[in-house]
């Protein structure tokens, strides 16, 4: 079977999309980032090779998320593409007449303001990452929940208690001390989610139009107390797309898929799954050429150097072909 | 007596011609990197905006290397870098350095002020030389803006990836060395010609983006992240707001030199921001307007964080945006400011320039990465 496939190395997970050719679901992974983007991506190649053996042939490959030069390098990618064009792709595919996504992942939050099938407006957060996946994460382990009962539990509330949301530091403190003031712990967390929505509107969503048909995704869209909350706070309906988790690889899989059509000459830069095989490892060292001091990041494969970054002259980055 | 003075992209070449050409001693600080902003962060205000952490730093790196005569530009509000100058002197005093700083106030009415001054740092009193000196710093100032547009016309399209920018280094330096106007005219010939000779891609459609907003962002590269060249490598021609002869002519000039246009396009800002609010917060949005109106595809707008003038801008953006349909982006700058966050907006900034092409049918093909 023909296919695409899309990897979003996400600061906290890394997801893999395979879709076929009328752009269906094949097989979807979300691996945890930990850290270790080389070994996430090696281990999600290895997956689907497993999973579907020699019945598929890959005819593209899109690569997205903070990590999406470093995959590309690795799986040999057609297209690398950043994440708000990834994620609005995916969303545009499922829902032709969105005019608004709100996706927040581990790490980041973006706004993507949609007219009649285009892009007109972006934002992504500046200054702060409270609301985001790793916070809630951090906090359900704190109070002793598991990170999937935090919404069942905060949609309980009858009597959310309010939590200064500006600041994540702030706003764990401001929790414990509502704890110890006896707060029930449903209420406290309604109180978080709607502090974070909150966050998210007044930071990221700052002055752009809110319209309907509004898609939540990115990993908390899971959690349906923000859903709700933000279903409260701007009083139309929220929709979470099937996929909500792994929209930024879907996306890419998909502007994959597009591109190859345009290029009907072009043949894939897909390395094979063998590459989940070789030895790939990532060395760094201090660049002494000028006070900029910059950390150049050298890529091996099986110890051969095959992609170096980080510079800003481009002393190093240019001196090798990839 | 060793003069110095604070980073803004390129000023530095007409600046060390004028004060050599008058034969005085110039150290041109190191250009800025890591070290001057640590540097000047570690002895700034957290809050004052990132051109004052940078110049500090710059300063702090000259004096070290042996200056001890400061030339800072000063200024009138309501933007608080006309302060800068007081402040800076003021933290080098604590910090032990013996300086001299001559704080250059624009001239308006108060061109024998400035005149007093450039005698005084000059220790002459020849109108002539000081006029030819002026004369060919000025003409490299113009010649380096000419260069500056035409990197950004053809870096979009050059076929060997960074060749435009190894002939714009090496120009800079022809320019900088060069000693009299003659010899300037015949680097300029040499310039152009291999500026024309750098191989450009026919087939590739680049795309237009003006760059307006607070200055020090838009001409430092080093702050700016060097947002020309990364927007020329995402095939983006990139035309600036403000360009650096401009900047010397708005700023030590006498006003009865401006030229008309200036008024014309702050008439452009009338509808959104009727008064002078500082630095260039009025030009930005006359230039969003200018920009649509003349077929760019979109605008970035920069500022460093806190930056009052370009808040106020700011708050305008999204109606000129909405009013002249052409896309803005602010970007907001400060030592913060992390490049890969920076590369991810610039790439999805571009990337919805090009759909909205597509989309009008006058855009083919959605390009290799």
Redesign the interface.
């Given at each position: 079977m023909r296919c695409y496939l899309g990897i979003d190395v996400g600061s906290v997970s890394t997801n893999f999309a395979l879709i076929d050719e009328d752009g269906q679901m094949l097989k979807k992974l979300y691996i945890r980032t930990a850290g270790k983007p080389i070994e996430a991506i090696t281990n999600g190649l290895k997956m689907i090779q497993e999973n579907f053996k020699d019945n598929i042939e890959i005819m593209g490959v899109g690569t997205t998320g903070s990590g999406r030069k470093l995959a590309a390098v690795i799986v040999g990618a057609d297209v690398v593409k950043n994440e708000i064009t990834a994620h609005a792709a995916a969303c545009i595919a499922e829902y032709p007449n969105v005019q608004t996504i709100l996706e927040i992942g581990g790490q980041d939050s973006k706004i993507i303001i949609l007219r009649n099938g285009v892009v007109v407006d972006f934002a992504m957060n500046t200054v702060c990452a409270a609301g985001t996946g790793s916070f809630l994460d951090r906090q359900a382990q704190r109070l002793g929940i598991p990170i999937e009962q935090f919404g069942d539990i905060a949609l309980r509330s009858k009597n959310p208690t309010r939590i200064a949301g500006r600041c994540a530091v702030f706003a764990e403190s401001d929790m414990i001390h509502k704890q110890q003031m006896g707060y029930k712990v449903e209420d406290i967390l309604k109180g978080l989610c709607q502090a974070l929505v909150r966050n998210y509107l007044a930071n990221v969503a700052k002055g752009k139009e809110i319209k309907p048909p509004v898609v939540f995704q990115g990993g908390v869209a899971a959690n349906s107390g923000i859903k709700k909350a933000f279903e409260e706070e701007l009083g139309v309906d929220i929709i979470v797309p099937k996929y909500f988790d792994v929209m930024g690889a879907l996306g890419a899989a998909i502007l994959a898929k597009k591109f190859m059509s345009q290029n009907k000459y072009i043949k894939t830069k897909f390395l094979g799954f063998e590459a989940a095989l070789r030895e790939h490892t990532a060395e760094s060292f201090e660049c002494q050429g000028c006070p900029n001091l910059c950390e150049i990041i050298q890529i091996y494969e099986d110890k051969k150097l095959i992609a170096r970054w980080g510079d800003r002259c481009g002393r190093w980055s240019e001196s090798i072909a990839v | 007596m060793k003069v110095t003075f604070p980073h803004m992209g390129n000023l530095y070449i007409p600046l060390k011609t004028f004060f050599e050409t008058l034969e005085v001693e110039v150290i041109v600080p190191?250009?800025c990197?890591?070290?001057?902003l640590e540097l000047g962060c570690k002895y700034s205000p957290e809050f004052a905006c990132l051109p004052l952490k940078i110049t500090l730093g710059n300063f702090i790196e000259a004096l070290n290397m042996g200056a001890d005569t400061i030339i800072m530009a000063g200024g009138i509000g309501p933007c608080r870098f006309g302060y800068y100058a007081e402040v800076q002197r003021e933290i080098l005093k604590d910090l032990g350095y013996k300086f001299n700083m001559i704080v250059l106030e624009p001239p308006k009415g108060h061109l024998l002020d400035i005149m007093k001054k450039v005698f005084h740092i000059t220790n002459k009193k020849n109108i002539k030389e000081i006029y030819s000196a002026a004369k060919l710093a000025w003409e490299k100032a113009l010649l380096l803006d000419r260069l500056d547009k035409m990197v950004n016309s053809i870096r979009p399209v050059e076929l060997m990836?960074?060749e435009t920018?190894r002939v714009y280094k090496q120009a800079k330096q022809q320019i900088s060395m060069a000693k009299t106007e003659q010899e300037l005219t015949s680097v300029q010939q040499q310039i152009f010609k291999r500026m024309s000779k750098i191989k450009k891609a026919k087939d590739k459609v680049p795309i237009k983006i003006g760059l307006v907003g607070e200055i020090y962002t838009i001409l430092e590269p080093f702050v700016n992240l060097?947002i020309e060249r990364q927007l020329g490598e995402l095939g983006v021609i990139v035309e600036r707001g403000i360009y650096i002869s401009e900047w010397i002519r708005d700023n030590l000039f006498p006003s009865f030199l401006n030229p008309k246009e200036h008024i014309e396009l702050l008439n452009l800002a009338e509808p959104y921001i009727r008064c002078f609010v500082g630095g260039h917060g009025r030009e930005s949005i006359a230039q969003i307007v200018k920009y649509s109106k003349e077929g760019f595809d979109g605008v970035i707008h920069l500022l460093p964080l806190t930056c009052m003038p370009e808040i106020v801008a700011k708050s305008a953006v999204?109606l000129v945006s909405k009013d002249h349909n052409i896309?803005v982006m602010t970007l907001?700058l400060d030592e913060h400011s992390a490049e890969?966050?920076v590369?991810?907006?610039l790439?999805?900034?571009v990337?919805?320039i090009r759909?909205?092409k597509e989309?009008t049918g006058n855009y083919a093909?959605?390009p290799?990465?």
């Open positions: - | 190191p250009p990197s890591k070290k001057t990836k960074g920018d060097n999204p896309p907001v890969t966050g590369r991810t907006r790439e999805a900034f990337d919805l759909h909205r989309e093909l959605l290799r990465n």
